[in-house]
């Protein structure tokens, strides 16, 4: 059993970190806001004027958005990880994003409405898209059990390639304004979103969490082999199937809501390894406020290193992430003798 007392320091340890990073989010872009201003909007002293509808109204939406997506891949990339034994799987990386956008993009061109009603149905595109890729994933890469690196990873890009492919056929031959803003989605953005949508994103997030953390004892078993599992109990396919839609359903509602944003689900859970170990139980709760960390990180860069102009996140997490994918597909775990 995981000591409750090494668990409490590590969230607290990142919780306080979080506080940090949002709270340098608050102060920092395109249009600068003090510290004293800052607060008393916070305390309701400036419930008017420009510092109340940048903080209010733009930034504090913003930094929510970014601490809910970035949990949600941590953990979605620590649950394909421990699912396939594979410490290279990343939702991006096994087209599962690919597949989410693409049910995004088919939601959209058959007219989803706004409000809440729109985000739970664009939520079960996704959702849908992401499944079918996942499973696409693994029934390929699948042999006698196991899910071999060079076929695991050759299998996600192939996947993601075919479900970038038919975005791109689909944005090709329709109107473009029933598109809306497509193009710019797919870079993946951490707009600001309506409370009721925000309130679906969370729950979404939760659900998807559970599912996964319910089941990190059980993880940790299945890294000894499914063989071993089985002996010390564990219902190895049910459980498959459980991670398997937890970890699709927390990669869908993120790119519902934001777009696909890569990377993050590969670097956040090897960095938490590396100074927390591999245990599962401790791992899948700090993945969920490091995650938001290091996106709430990479939107701050994207919103002040152009300024006034503004980056997408999705570009700043590909400029990390595919550096880091490299060092630790060369340094760690070659494919090639």
Request: glycine content about 12%.
């Amino acid at each position: 059993m995981i000591a409750p007392r090494r668990l409490a320091l590590t969230l607290s340890v990142l919780g306080a970190v979080l506080l940090t990073v949002a709270a340098g989010a608050l102060l920092v872009g395109s249009a600068p806001v003090s510290p004293r201003a800052v607060l008393g909007v916070l305390v309701g002293e400036r419930g008017e004027g420009i510092e109340a509808v940048v903080v209010l109204n733009l930034r504090l939406p913003r930094i929510a958005v970014a601490l809910l997506a970035g949990g949600a891949l941590a953990v979605a990339g620590v649950a394909f990880q421990a699912l396939t034994r594979n410490p290279l799987a990343d939702p991006a990386i096994l087209g599962v994003a690919s597949g989410a956008a693409f049910g995004v993009v088919l939601a959209q061109l058959f007219g989803v409405g706004s409000g809440v009603v729109a985000a739970l149905g664009l939520s079960a595109f996704a959702f849908a898209g992401a499944l079918v890729a996942a499973g696409i994933v693994y029934l390929i890469a699948a042999t006698d059990g196991r899910l071999p690196i060079q076929t695991l990873l050759l299998t996600g890009v192939i996947v993601g390639l075919f479900f970038s492919s038919a975005i791109t056929v689909v944005i090709s031959v329709v109107d473009f304004d029933r598109l809306g803003g497509v193009i710019h989605w797919l870079l993946g953005n951490l707009g600001p979103v309506p409370a009721g949508s925000l309130a679906v994103f969370g729950a979404l997030m939760a659900v998807g969490t559970w599912l996964v953390l319910g089941r990190a004892r059980q993880l940790n078993l299945l890294a000894l082999g499914e063989e071993s599992a089985l002996q010390l109990g564990v219902e190895t396919e049910r459980l498959k199937r459980r991670i398997f839609v937890g970890a699709s359903l927390l990669t869908s509602s993120v790119v519902a809501f934001t777009g696909p944003i890569g990377f993050v689900g590969l670097i956040v859970p090897h960095l938490l390894r590396g100074f927390l170990g591999p245990d599962n139980r401790l791992l899948i709760p700090a993945a969920v406020l490091g995650g938001g960390v290091f996106l709430l990180l990479a939107d701050t860069l994207a919103r002040t290193v152009v300024a006034p102009a503004e980056l997408s996140v999705g570009v700043i997490t590909a400029f990390c992430g595919a550096p880091f994918f490299v060092y630790l597909l060369r340094s760690r775990y070659r494919v090639i003798p």
